[in-house]
């Protein structure tokens, strides 16, 4: 858990890139799931929630800051970090 709430305060932090594998560590915590693979386009589904996050993966590693942001909202990761950071 510890490891996750470092990744997770990286991405609310808001670099200007992350690991693809950091990203992909948080989205298997909180349940979405690699739906497809178009290319560098992957695709995350979960149940629970409606939608799709659309991940944009560059030089096969790196996700850019406006996909970062993009992800942070669907999985309320303002409200996780603040209720778990003790």
Known sequence: MAKLKKIVFKMLCRPS????SEIKKVLKAFNWRLENIDGSHFHYENDDQPGVIL???V???KV???IIIRIIEPLNLEEWYELNKD
């Open 17 to 20: 890139e992350m690991q693809f």
């Open 59 to 61: 030089h096969k590693k």
């Open 64 to 66: 850019w800051r406006y």
């Open 55 to 57: 991940i944009i993966v």
